[in-house]
């Protein structure tokens, strides 16, 4: 079953930290993967991008610094470590697979696999 399923998501105050992880399955892994986030009343944002050997990696400016992301092909997941967190950070967040090895490409028409999302909310 071609499927991505996050989990992590939570409550944390302003300045603590978080982890997402992605889970994989089917032809969802062994491709570029992203985080995304969607704020209410926002469009869906680009944060971070993983090629499929992890040996490239980007970040939004809005998250750079304080987010990252990595990969572990043997257990086929994908995780975002955020640090730093602050209340404008609080969005449902979403990974997501690129029909590609890797890509530069931030739209999210450029992924055809989205995990069903899993809430990140920071208080001040």
């Known amino acids: 079953q071609d499927q991505l399923v996050e989990s992590g998501g939570g409550l944390v105050q302003a300045g603590g930290s978080l982890s997402l992880s992605c889970t994989a399955s089917?032809?969802?892994?062994?491709?570029?993967m992203a985080w995304f986030r969607q704020a209410p009343g926002h469009e869906r944002e680009f944060l971070a991008g993983?090629?499929?050997?992890?040996?490239?990696?980007s970040y939004a400016d809005s998250v750079k610094g304080r987010f990252t992301i990595s990969r572990d092909n043997a257990k086929n997941t994908m995780s975002l470590q955020m640090s730093s967190l602050k209340p404008e950070d609080t969005a449902i967040y979403y990974c997501?697979?690129?029909?590609?090895?890797?890509?530069?490409?931030?739209?999210?028409?450029?992924?055809?696999?989205w995990g069903q999302g899993t809430q990140v909310s920071v208080s001040s």
């Open positions: 997501a697979a690129a029909d590609k090895l890797w890509t530069t490409d931030r739209e999210s028409e450029s992924y055809i696999y």
């Open positions: 089917g032809r969802t892994f062994g491709r570029a």
């Open positions: 993983i090629s499929w050997n992890g040996g490239h990696t």
